[in-house]
């Protein structure tokens, strides 16, 4: 009986390692084959951020990420390790130089703007997808960058500190730009201190301005309004 | 506003910020006003050069632009003008005159007396006029000068930047009867 058991569980274990070894083969074979391809279309890569897109869809459906790590073999080949490592320097510059104007938020179609204008003339176009992925890459550094959505406006926030929910909310609110104290009232629903609370704070950390030209005072998220030249 | 100085601020090209109505506001967060405050400095200085005027009175300029933006009704307040002004009294770029205590009028320096100092002592020289004596009025209304950057320079700033000149050997001045007639004798 004893003797038995540890027959089939070495025959079990000799299985299992022959299965391993043969996808092991697959793998490699596969690799070599994306390999080769990334290869022979490393120029159109480069670029052309559709194929590149393409490209990396195609890994992650393999379940291979060429920029798992820097020294990865395939984002070597891509060139992408240093494309994105570029990128991300760059938006940390974008992010830091326009924080005092916009509280460190900034919608990610501007942050684009403001990166085309900044490439040196010939460089790769950058489309949102190069955007959202440069910023995963910059997760190790725990500087709080993140990508949040407020109605259907993507925005990039580059501080550390969360936004807490009542914010978030007021911020959803005031997509088209601006609001008062009355709007939010009147949307929410919400108490007078609740409502000062809230807009003292993101006056405070910058995300929000207040326009007293009016004879209601308005409050302005510049992030929403202010386009680059 | 004279006739000039309207064309030249209907081709003045506003940074993107000035249609932003709280930029009107001063911003009671301190990080915010400070860059609020740059910003205001910077479209001053811009602004002024553009328009080649040197001199403000602050309660007379907020009646139009920049600090009236009339495309969305908003004027800065003279209090905060005078914040923006005592800014750029401490960067070197103004200096208030008149009567200290009331902060009204200043002269604006898009470019500093020493830059205008060393820009006519360079003109002077490049003329072969070392050691002949020019009048004031020649050096900014000359027919010869009119399409130098310091032509029709404000006279206090010219003051200033001869008085530099003065001070560093470069030129004497020869005080006439009235202003008009200051005369000026550059050296090497």
């Given at each position: 009986?004893?003797?038995?058991?540890a027959?089939?569980?070495?025959?079990?274990?000799?299985?299992?390692?022959?299965?391993?070894?043969?996808?092991?083969?697959?793998?490699?074979?596969?690799?070599?084959?994306?390999?080769?391809f990334?290869?022979?279309?490393?120029?159109?890569?480069?670029?052309?951020?559709?194929?590149?897109?393409?490209?990396?869809?195609?890994?992650?459906v393999?379940?291979?990420?060429?920029?798992?790590s820097?020294?990865?073999?395939?984002?070597?080949l891509?060139?992408?390790?240093?494309?994105?490592c570029?990128?991300?320097?760059?938006?940390?510059?974008?992010?830091?130089?326009?924080?005092?104007?916009n509280?460190?938020?900034?919608?990610?179609?501007?942050?684009?703007?403001?990166?085309e204008?900044?490439?040196?003339?010939?460089?790769?176009p950058?489309?949102?997808?190069?955007?959202?992925?440069?910023?995963?890459?910059?997760a190790?550094?725990?500087?709080?960058?993140?990508?949040?959505?407020?109605?259907?406006?993507?925005?990039?926030k580059?501080?550390?500190?969360?936004l807490?929910?009542?914010?978030?909310?007021?911020?959803?609110?005031?997509?088209?730009?601006?609001f008062?104290?009355?709007?939010?009232?009147?949307?929410?629903?919400?108490?007078?201190d609740?409502?000062?609370?809230?807009?003292?704070?993101?006056?405070?950390?910058?995300?929000?301005?207040?326009?007293?030209?009016?004879k209601?005072?308005?409050?302005?998220?510049p992030?929403f309004?202010?386009?680059?030249? | 506003?004279?006739?000039?100085t309207?064309t030249?601020?209907?081709?003045?090209?506003?940074?993107e910020?000035y249609?932003?109505?709280?930029f009107?506001?001063?911003?009671?967060?301190?990080?915010?006003?400070?860059?609020?405050?740059?910003?205001?400095?910077?479209?001053?200085?811009?602004?002024?050069r553009?328009?080649?005027?040197?001199?403000?009175?602050?309660?007379?300029a907020?009646?139009?632009?920049?600090?009236?933006?009339?495309?969305?009704?908003?004027?800065?307040?003279?209090?905060?003008?005078?914040?923006?002004?005592?800014?750029?009294?401490?960067?070197g770029?103004?200096?208030?005159?008149?009567?200290?205590?009331?902060?009204?009028?200043?002269?604006?320096?898009?470019?500093?007396?020493?830059?205008?100092?060393?820009?006519?002592?360079q003109?002077?020289?490049?003329?072969?006029?070392?050691?002949?004596?020019?009048?004031?009025?020649?050096?900014?209304?000359?027919?010869?000068?009119g399409?130098?950057?310091?032509?029709?320079?404000?006279?206090?700033?010219?003051?200033?930047?001869?008085?530099?000149?003065?001070?560093?050997?470069?030129?004497?001045?020869?005080?006439?009867?009235?202003?008009?007639?200051?005369?000026?004798?550059?050296?090497?």
């Open positions: 009986m004893e003797a038995e058991r027959a089939l569980s070495s025959k079990g274990t000799e299985l299992a390692q022959r299965e391993i070894s043969k996808l092991q083969e697959q793998i490699t074979v596969m690799r070599n084959n994306l390999e080769e990334v290869r022979d279309h490393q120029k159109d890569i480069r670029s052309n951020p559709v194929f590149r897109v393409q490209v990396q869809r195609m890994c992650q393999i379940g291979i990420d060429p920029l798992a820097r020294k990865g073999y395939l984002a070597e891509l060139g992408v390790g240093d494309f994105y570029e990128l991300g320097i760059q938006i940390i510059d974008v992010c830091v130089a326009t924080r005092a104007l509280g460190g938020l900034i919608e990610v179609e501007e942050l684009r703007r403001r990166l204008k900044r490439r040196i003339r010939g460089s790769e950058v489309i949102e997808e190069d955007i959202k992925r440069a910023i995963k890459q910059l190790p550094l725990h500087g709080g960058y993140r990508i949040v959505s407020f109605g259907d406006r993507k925005m990039v580059s501080v550390g500190r969360e807490n929910l009542d914010q978030t909310t007021v911020l959803g609110l005031a997509v088209r730009g601006h008062t104290l009355q709007d939010v009232q009147s949307g929410l629903g919400w108490d007078t609740r409502i000062q609370t809230c807009v003292d704070d993101m006056l405070r950390t910058g995300i929000v301005w207040v326009d007293e030209g009016t209601e005072t308005e409050y302005w998220v992030a309004s202010i386009k680059s030249m | 506003m004279n006739r000039t309207a030249a601020t209907e081709q003045f090209e506003f940074p910020i249609s932003f109505p709280p009107f506001t001063r911003q009671p967060a301190e990080a915010t006003w400070q860059e609020q405050r740059r910003l205001w400095c910077n479209l001053v200085l811009s602004f002024y553009h328009t080649r005027q040197h001199t403000m009175t602050l309660s007379e907020v009646l139009s632009p920049p600090f009236h933006n009339y495309q969305i009704k908003r004027i800065l307040r003279v209090d905060v003008l005078r914040e923006i002004v005592d800014e750029l009294v401490k960067q770029n103004a200096v208030w005159v008149g009567p200290k205590h009331t902060k009204d009028m200043c002269l604006v320096f898009w470019r500093k007396p020493e830059e205008w100092a060393a820009m006519i002592h003109w002077v020289t490049d003329r072969g006029m070392i050691n002949t004596v020019l009048t004031v009025y020649e050096l900014t209304n000359g027919d010869d000068t399409d130098q950057e310091f032509s029709g320079l404000d006279t206090v700033v010219l003051r200033r930047a001869l008085d530099i000149l003065q001070s560093q050997g470069k030129a004497q001045l020869f005080v006439g009867s009235s202003d008009d007639d200051l005369g000026v004798k550059f050296f090497a």
